[in-house]
């Protein structure tokens, strides 16, 4: 068996990487998450009910010698730690607590698993928004510009990980995937409240016009690449993950009301821009394609398409829901 442990398995992305482990009978799966688990609606993988998975309700920040020694009970040979505070606008209001999880607790982690034998490779969940404003054939030795508390926040994690790769030998693995989309995901990301906006006859308001070029992946595709960079990555490698081309925010929202047949005019709502915003988010990922034999296989309309049936089949369980960001220090 293949022990392998995710950190941040109830985010969209740690469950959905979870779904896929499980898929393989020879993987035994442990998540770990500061919350308890969400409902299958959020949690893919629980559709397995699989013997072959375990959960453990521990926070990072606090339970660190808890969550080390059952590390050490589990003895893994694969860490993928998803776990951080991920979103950029409210990290200018909180910014502490954003340096917190994603690098002062880590730097903790870290220090003691570099002293791990069974610990054959760590995978961690970086971002491009460490570049800032990155289009064009950025690659992943592309310097370090954040733009927010945030993409400082995990600039900062990596740092301390590639140290400590450069100092001990730590099997750090970094994955710096653009915006991931898809079913079951949190429903105050832009795709899904889109959806829900349009389908309830309300307005999704587009922060500077939309002008801002993102590059969406669907989360599957994702998952792949990060499970192909777990197996067949060396240490101190770096990929990056992304579509073929960028969209604008703008275009996005406007190809859901197509095929939602709702005008785009009377879908949105022009607000000023966000702090921090940058302008674009693409990046180049043939070193993944090259090295892992990875591309992306899942289209954008299609991707849509599926998180549009998502919805329309749990409409009565999504519209009693909160689809604003709620902050959990």
Same mark, same amino acid.
């Given at each position: 068996?293949?022990?392998?442990?995710?950190?941040?398995?109830?985010?969209?992305?740690?469950?959905?990487?979870?779904?896929?482990?499980?898929?393989?009978?020879?993987?035994?799966?442990?998540?770990?998450?500061?919350?308890?688990?969400?409902?299958?609606?959020?949690?893919?993988?629980?559709?397995? =009910?699989?013997?072959?998975? +375990?959960?453990?309700?521990?926070?990072?920040? *606090?339970?660190?010698? =808890?969550?080390?020694?059952?590390?050490?009970?589990?003895?893994? %040979?694969?860490?993928?730690?998803?776990?951080?505070?991920?979103?950029?606008?409210?990290?200018?209001?909180?910014?502490?607590?954003?340096?917190?999880?994603?690098?002062?607790?880590?730097?903790?982690?870290?220090?003691?698993?570099?002293?791990?034998?069974?610990?054959?490779?760590?995978?961690?969940?970086?971002?491009? =928004?460490?570049?800032?404003?990155?289009?064009?054939?950025?690659? =992943?030795?592309?310097?370090?510009?954040?733009?927010?508390?945030?993409?400082?926040?995990?600039?900062?994690?990596?740092?301390?990980?590639?140290?400590?790769?450069?100092?001990?030998?730590?099997?750090?693995?970094?994955?710096?995937?653009?915006?991931?989309?898809?079913? &079951?995901?949190?429903?105050?990301?832009?795709?899904?409240?889109?959806? #829900?906006?349009?389908?309830?006859?309300?307005? #999704?308001?587009?922060?500077?016009?939309?002008?801002?070029?993102?590059?969406?992946?669907?989360?599957?595709?994702?998952?792949?690449?990060?499970?192909?960079?777990? +197996? &067949?990555?060396?240490?101190?490698?770096?990929?990056?993950?992304?579509?073929?081309?960028?969209?604008?925010?703008?275009?996005? *929202?406007?190809? #859901?009301?197509?095929?939602?047949?709702?005008?785009?005019?009377?879908?949105?709502?022009?607000?000023?821009?966000?702090?921090?915003?940058?302008?674009?988010?693409?990046?180049?990922?043939?070193?993944?394609?090259?090295?892992?034999?990875?591309?992306?296989?899942?289209?954008?309309?299609?991707?849509?398409?599926? *998180? #549009?049936?998502?919805?329309?089949?749990?409409?009565?369980?999504?519209?009693?829901?909160?689809? %604003?960001?709620?902050?959990?220090?």
């Amino acid at each position: 068996m293949r022990k392998i442990v995710v950190i941040g398995s109830n985010s969209f992305s740690g469950s959905d990487f979870i779904d896929l482990l499980l898929q393989d009978p020879e993987n035994e799966v442990l998540g770990i998450s500061r919350s308890a688990e969400k409902s299958p609606l959020f949690l893919p993988y629980r559709r397995h =009910e699989s013997p072959r998975f +375990l959960f453990r309700q521990l926070n990072l920040n *606090v339970d660190l010698v =808890e969550l080390v020694a059952t590390l050490d009970s589990f003895r893994p %040979e694969y860490i993928v730690n998803f776990a951080a505070q991920s979103e950029v606008a409210p990290s200018w209001l909180h910014p502490g607590q954003w340096f917190q999880t994603n690098a002062v607790a880590l730097a903790g982690l870290v220090d003691y698993l570099k002293d791990c034998s069974y610990l054959k490779r760590y995978v961690h969940i970086s971002s491009p =928004e460490i570049y800032g404003t990155c289009s064009g054939s950025v690659l =992943e030795d592309a310097p370090y510009n954040p733009s927010t508390p945030y993409a400082a926040s995990k600039a900062a994690a990596d740092m301390c990980l590639l140290a400590y790769f450069r100092q001990f030998g730590f099997p750090v693995v970094l994955i710096r995937a653009t915006n991931v989309y898809g079913a &079951h995901q949190q429903l105050f990301k832009i795709i899904p409240k889109s959806v #829900i906006r349009m389908r309830a006859g309300q307005k #999704i308001e587009l922060h500077g016009g939309g002008a801002a070029v993102k590059s969406y992946i669907h989360i599957r595709d994702v998952s792949r690449g990060e499970l192909a960079a777990m +197996l &067949h990555g060396n240490p101190g490698d770096i990929f990056h993950l992304s579509p073929d081309q960028g969209i604008s925010i703008k275009d996005l *929202v406007s190809l #859901i009301s197509r095929k939602m047949g709702v005008p785009f005019a009377d879908a949105v709502q022009i607000v000023p821009e966000r702090p921090g915003q940058d302008a674009a988010y693409v990046i180049d990922s043939s070193r993944a394609r090259r090295m892992l034999g990875w591309q992306p296989t899942v289209i954008l309309e299609d991707g849509l398409q599926e *998180v #549009i049936a998502w919805i329309d089949g749990n409409w009565d369980a999504i519209s009693r829901l909160d689809h %604003e960001y709620i902050h959990t220090p």
